[in-house]
T-cell receptor, first 114, second 115 residues
Framework: DTGVSQNPRHKITKRGQNVTFRCDPISEHNRLYWYRQTLGQGPEFLTYFQNEAQLEKSRLLSDRFSAERPKGSFSTLEIQRTEQGDSAMYLC????????????FGSGTRLTVV | AQSVTQLDSQVPVFEEAPVELRCNYSSSVSVYLFWYVQYPNQGLQLLLKYLSGSTLVKGINGFEAEFNKSQTSFHLRKPSVHISDTAEYFCAVSDPTGGGNKLTFGTGTQLKVEL
């Protein structure tokens, strides 16, 4: 068990560019979640997968955001045409079956849009 | 819809003193409750959770929390804090009956332990 891995740790991009983040969950965890955390706030739910199926998306996830989890393993979160308001920490978490088992979070990807 | 309120944004405390971090939640259904800790530039780590049963739950690092249904609270306590407890603490709620069990977090409480 190597934990939840997120890459990159930091990303600085210019406004209007596209960025992609990767999350590798714990291998036996079938649920994977993406959250966004801005300064001084708690994490906010973006979307979650059960295996390869994306089952729910928050209204925070505009059409510029897309997430995938091919084959139910790693997941990617892409942001197109980044805006300064996208600057945040993007957290990935995984769990077995449901949150009652407790999430394991990755260390996050900090995005700065300049 | 569920919500979590952490009224204290910052709590300063001296080392070896007791501490209580307050959390109130709002939900129309039964809930799962959690406390997570976040150290600088790191992800969140689960401290403890309440699913059902005993209202007093014990977690890692000497922390405990008590579920109070009538007051819709889930306050976190530690009888004697250490410098290493300095971190951000988040209370979270989840609906066990549906919605993918996603967590709704509070805005966090920064615990600062001083010598």
């Amino acid at each position: 068990d190597t934990g939840v891995s997120q890459n990159p740790r930091h990303k600085i991009t210019k406004r209007g560019q596209n960025v992609t983040f990767r999350c590798d969950p714990i291998s036996e965890h079938n649920r994977l979640y993406w959250y966004r955390q801005t300064l001084g706030q708690g994490p906010e739910f973006l979307t979650y997968f059960q295996n390869e199926a994306q089952l729910e998306k928050s209204r925070l996830l505009s059409d510029r955001f897309s997430a995938e989890r091919p084959k139910g393993s790693f997941s990617t979160l892409e942001i197109q045409r980044t805006e300064q308001g996208d600057s945040a920490m993007y957290l990935c978490a995984s769990t077995v079956r449901n949150a009652g088992y407790g999430y394991t979070f990755g260390s996050g990807t900090r995005l700065t849009v300049v | 819809a569920q919500s979590v309120t952490q009224l204290d944004s910052q709590v300063p405390v001296f080392e070896e003193a007791p501490v209580e971090l307050r959390c109130n939640y709002s939900s129309s259904v039964s809930v799962y409750l959690f406390w997570y800790v976040q150290y600088p530039n790191q992800g969140l780590q689960l401290l403890l959770k309440y699913l059902s049963g005993s209202t007093l739950v014990k977690g890692i690092n000497g922390f405990e929390a008590e579920f109070n249904k009538s007051q819709t609270s889930f306050h976190l306590r530690k009888p004697s804090v250490h410098i290493s407890d300095t971190a951000e603490y988040f209370c979270a709620v989840s609906d066990p009956t549906g919605g993918g069990n996603k967590l709704t977090f509070g805005t966090g409480t920064q615990l600062k332990v001083e010598l």
